[in-house]
Protein backbone atom coordinates (compact mmCIF):
# COMPACT_ATOMS: atom_id res chain seq x y z
CA UNK A 1 0.00 0.00 0.00
CA UNK A 2 1.10 3.30 -0.70
CA UNK A 3 1.02 5.65 3.11
CA UNK A 4 3.05 8.95 3.89
CA UNK A 5 3.37 8.55 8.22
CA UNK A 6 3.84 11.37 9.70
CA UNK A 7 4.83 10.31 13.83
CA UNK A 8 4.72 13.95 15.23
CA UNK A 9 1.68 15.30 16.13
CA UNK A 10 2.75 18.25 17.46
CA UNK A 11 6.25 19.84 17.90
CA UNK A 12 7.87 21.94 19.87
CA UNK A 13 11.11 24.00 18.79
CA UNK A 14 13.06 27.57 20.60
CA UNK A 15 13.43 30.57 18.04
CA UNK A 16 17.22 30.09 16.07
CA UNK A 17 17.10 26.32 17.02
CA UNK A 18 17.02 23.73 14.57
CA UNK A 19 13.82 21.34 14.13
CA UNK A 20 13.54 17.95 12.29
CA UNK A 21 10.26 17.07 11.37
CA UNK A 22 9.65 13.26 10.42
CA UNK A 23 8.32 11.54 7.39
CA UNK A 24 8.22 8.02 6.58
CA UNK A 25 6.91 6.34 3.28
CA UNK A 26 5.81 3.27 1.63
CA UNK A 27 5.96 2.21 -1.80
CA UNK A 28 6.66 -0.46 -4.18
CA UNK A 29 7.37 1.67 -7.84
CA UNK A 30 10.98 2.10 -7.65
CA UNK A 31 10.24 5.46 -8.85
CA UNK A 32 8.43 8.50 -7.01
CA UNK A 33 8.94 12.48 -5.66
CA UNK A 34 8.99 13.65 -2.39
CA UNK A 35 7.20 16.60 -1.32
CA UNK A 36 6.80 19.10 1.62
CA UNK A 37 4.09 21.74 2.38
CA UNK A 38 3.41 24.19 5.14
CA UNK A 39 0.36 25.34 5.89
CA UNK A 40 -0.32 28.32 8.32
CA UNK A 41 -3.21 29.09 10.26
CA UNK A 42 -4.11 31.38 7.30
CA UNK A 43 -5.10 28.18 5.92
CA UNK A 44 -3.09 28.02 2.09
CA UNK A 45 -0.86 25.59 1.42
CA UNK A 46 2.44 26.77 0.99
CA UNK A 47 4.81 24.41 -1.37
CA UNK A 48 8.40 24.07 0.41
CA UNK A 49 10.53 21.34 -1.49
CA UNK A 50 11.01 18.37 -3.45
CA UNK A 51 12.64 15.13 -3.41
CA UNK A 52 12.97 12.80 -6.38
CA UNK A 53 13.95 9.09 -5.61
CA UNK A 54 16.89 9.34 -7.77
CA UNK A 55 18.41 12.65 -6.98
CA UNK A 56 21.75 11.47 -5.28
CA UNK A 57 22.21 14.60 -3.16
CA UNK A 58 19.39 15.81 -0.49
CA UNK A 59 17.69 18.77 -1.66
CA UNK A 60 18.07 22.16 -0.02
CA UNK A 61 15.79 25.70 -0.26
CA UNK A 62 17.06 28.18 1.64
CA UNK A 63 16.80 27.10 5.23
CA UNK A 64 14.76 24.18 4.17
CA UNK A 65 16.56 20.79 3.90
CA UNK A 66 15.30 17.21 3.39
CA UNK A 67 17.10 14.39 4.83
CA UNK A 68 16.50 11.62 2.48
CA UNK A 69 17.39 7.90 3.60
CA UNK A 70 16.09 5.85 0.72
CA UNK A 71 16.83 2.33 2.25
CA UNK A 72 14.91 3.56 5.34
CA UNK A 73 11.96 4.96 2.87
CA UNK A 74 12.21 8.41 5.18
CA UNK A 75 12.23 12.11 3.96
CA UNK A 76 12.56 14.30 7.03
CA UNK A 77 12.09 18.23 6.70
CA UNK A 78 15.07 20.13 8.95
CA UNK A 79 14.37 23.73 9.44
CA UNK A 80 17.37 25.32 10.51
CA UNK A 81 17.04 28.62 12.57
CA UNK A 82 13.74 28.50 13.01
CA UNK A 83 11.56 31.41 12.82
CA UNK A 84 8.24 32.70 14.64
CA UNK A 85 6.85 32.57 11.38
CA UNK A 86 7.52 29.01 10.53
CA UNK A 87 5.09 27.76 13.17
CA UNK A 88 2.39 26.12 11.35
CA UNK A 89 1.16 22.40 10.08
CA UNK A 90 4.00 20.67 7.69
CA UNK A 91 2.68 17.92 5.45
CA UNK A 92 4.87 15.59 3.67
CA UNK A 93 3.28 14.01 0.17
CA UNK A 94 4.45 11.29 -2.00
CA UNK A 95 3.70 10.65 -5.67
CA UNK A 96 4.51 7.61 -7.18
CA UNK A 97 5.73 7.63 -10.72
CA UNK A 98 4.20 4.77 -12.00
CA UNK A 99 1.72 4.91 -15.30
CA UNK A 100 -1.81 4.01 -12.77
CA UNK A 101 -0.87 6.87 -10.52
CA UNK A 102 -1.36 9.83 -12.78
CA UNK A 103 -0.05 12.57 -10.41
CA UNK A 104 -1.72 11.82 -7.48
CA UNK A 105 -0.48 12.66 -4.42
CA UNK A 106 -0.58 10.98 -1.16
CA UNK A 107 -0.73 12.69 1.94
CA UNK A 108 0.83 12.57 5.62
CA UNK A 109 -1.65 13.75 8.15
CA UNK A 110 0.66 16.58 9.11
CA UNK A 111 2.48 17.94 12.08
CA UNK A 112 1.78 20.89 13.99
CA UNK A 113 5.00 23.03 14.32
CA UNK A 114 5.15 25.55 17.09
CA UNK A 115 8.23 27.83 17.26
CA UNK A 116 8.80 29.90 20.99
CA UNK A 117 10.11 33.24 21.19
CA UNK B 1 -2.93 38.11 -8.69
CA UNK B 2 -2.82 34.45 -7.42
CA UNK B 3 -1.84 31.63 -9.41
CA UNK B 4 -4.36 29.43 -8.79
CA UNK B 5 -7.58 31.58 -7.26
CA UNK B 6 -10.50 29.63 -5.47
CA UNK B 7 -13.65 31.56 -4.92
CA UNK B 8 -15.48 32.20 -2.51
CA UNK B 9 -12.64 32.21 0.50
CA UNK B 10 -15.71 31.37 2.98
CA UNK B 11 -18.94 30.16 2.37
CA UNK B 12 -22.03 29.12 4.65
CA UNK B 13 -24.87 27.66 2.98
CA UNK B 14 -27.86 25.01 4.14
CA UNK B 15 -28.42 21.23 4.16
CA UNK B 16 -29.68 20.80 0.37
CA UNK B 17 -28.42 23.58 -1.14
CA UNK B 18 -26.53 23.26 -4.34
CA UNK B 19 -23.20 25.32 -4.50
CA UNK B 20 -20.37 25.97 -6.88
CA UNK B 21 -16.79 25.84 -5.80
CA UNK B 22 -14.87 27.83 -8.49
CA UNK B 23 -11.33 27.57 -9.58
CA UNK B 24 -8.91 29.54 -11.71
CA UNK B 25 -5.70 29.19 -12.96
CA UNK B 26 -2.73 31.34 -14.42
CA UNK B 27 0.05 28.79 -14.46
CA UNK B 28 -1.01 27.14 -17.89
CA UNK B 29 -1.20 23.97 -16.31
CA UNK B 30 -3.39 21.23 -17.82
CA UNK B 31 -3.56 19.14 -14.39
CA UNK B 32 -5.96 19.86 -12.27
CA UNK B 33 -7.60 18.78 -8.88
CA UNK B 34 -9.71 19.26 -6.14
CA UNK B 35 -8.77 17.89 -2.56
CA UNK B 36 -10.98 18.15 0.71
CA UNK B 37 -9.14 18.85 4.10
CA UNK B 38 -10.82 17.45 7.46
CA UNK B 39 -8.68 17.80 10.99
CA UNK B 40 -7.14 14.40 11.56
CA UNK B 41 -7.68 13.03 7.76
CA UNK B 42 -5.81 15.23 6.24
CA UNK B 43 -5.49 16.17 2.29
CA UNK B 44 -8.22 13.60 0.28
CA UNK B 45 -8.76 13.78 -3.47
CA UNK B 46 -12.49 14.53 -4.52
CA UNK B 47 -11.70 14.44 -8.29
CA UNK B 48 -8.77 15.57 -11.07
CA UNK B 49 -8.58 16.75 -14.85
CA UNK B 50 -5.66 16.25 -17.15
CA UNK B 51 -7.54 18.44 -19.87
CA UNK B 52 -11.01 19.57 -20.68
CA UNK B 53 -12.09 16.52 -22.08
CA UNK B 54 -10.63 14.08 -19.01
CA UNK B 55 -12.44 14.03 -15.57
CA UNK B 56 -11.34 11.26 -13.17
CA UNK B 57 -13.06 10.36 -9.77
CA UNK B 58 -10.54 10.58 -7.44
CA UNK B 59 -11.11 8.50 -3.48
CA UNK B 60 -13.90 10.57 -2.59
CA UNK B 61 -16.47 11.96 -4.93
CA UNK B 62 -19.80 10.59 -4.14
CA UNK B 63 -21.80 14.01 -3.98
CA UNK B 64 -19.56 16.13 -6.12
CA UNK B 65 -19.83 16.85 -9.43
CA UNK B 66 -16.74 18.96 -11.30
CA UNK B 67 -16.54 20.77 -14.87
CA UNK B 68 -13.70 21.36 -16.57
CA UNK B 69 -14.88 24.97 -18.27
CA UNK B 70 -11.72 25.84 -20.07
CA UNK B 71 -8.09 25.03 -19.54
CA UNK B 72 -7.69 27.36 -16.98
CA UNK B 73 -11.50 26.72 -15.14
CA UNK B 74 -12.24 23.92 -12.88
CA UNK B 75 -14.92 23.98 -10.56
CA UNK B 76 -16.68 21.57 -8.06
CA UNK B 77 -20.31 21.44 -7.07
CA UNK B 78 -22.16 19.75 -3.92
CA UNK B 79 -25.50 19.05 -5.93
CA UNK B 80 -26.94 18.99 -2.86
CA UNK B 81 -25.01 19.91 0.53
CA UNK B 82 -24.67 17.93 4.13
CA UNK B 83 -23.70 19.01 6.60
CA UNK B 84 -20.29 16.12 6.56
CA UNK B 85 -19.00 18.16 3.76
CA UNK B 86 -18.29 20.78 5.87
CA UNK B 87 -14.53 21.26 5.31
CA UNK B 88 -11.63 22.98 3.61
CA UNK B 89 -11.52 22.59 -0.15
CA UNK B 90 -8.50 23.01 -1.73
CA UNK B 91 -7.85 23.26 -5.56
CA UNK B 92 -4.23 22.35 -7.11
CA UNK B 93 -2.35 22.31 -10.57
CA UNK B 94 0.27 20.37 -11.82
CA UNK B 95 2.87 20.08 -14.36
CA UNK B 96 6.24 17.89 -14.05
CA UNK B 97 7.41 17.84 -10.32
CA UNK B 98 5.63 21.22 -9.22
CA UNK B 99 1.70 21.34 -7.49
CA UNK B 100 0.27 24.95 -7.11
CA UNK B 101 -2.88 24.96 -4.53
CA UNK B 102 -5.16 28.03 -3.94
CA UNK B 103 -5.81 29.56 -0.96
CA UNK B 104 -9.05 27.13 -0.24
CA UNK B 105 -12.42 27.72 0.41
CA UNK B 106 -13.88 27.37 3.87
CA UNK B 107 -17.31 25.80 3.39
CA UNK B 108 -19.98 25.05 6.13
CA UNK B 109 -22.89 23.37 5.73
CA UNK B 110 -25.23 24.00 8.82
Known amino acids: AQKITQTQPGMFVQEKEAVTLDCTYDTSDPSYGLFWYKQPSSGEMIFLIYQGSYDQQNATEGRYSLNFQKARKSANLVISASQLGDSAMYFC??????????????WGLGTSLAVNP | DADVTQTPRNRITKTGKRIMLECSQTKGHDRMYWYRQDPGLGLRLIYYSFDVKDINKGEISDGYSVSRQAQAKFSLSLESAIPNQTALYFC?????????FGSGTRLTVV
Open chain 2, 92 to 100: ATSRGHGYT
Open chain 1, 93 to 106: AMRPFNAGNNRKLI
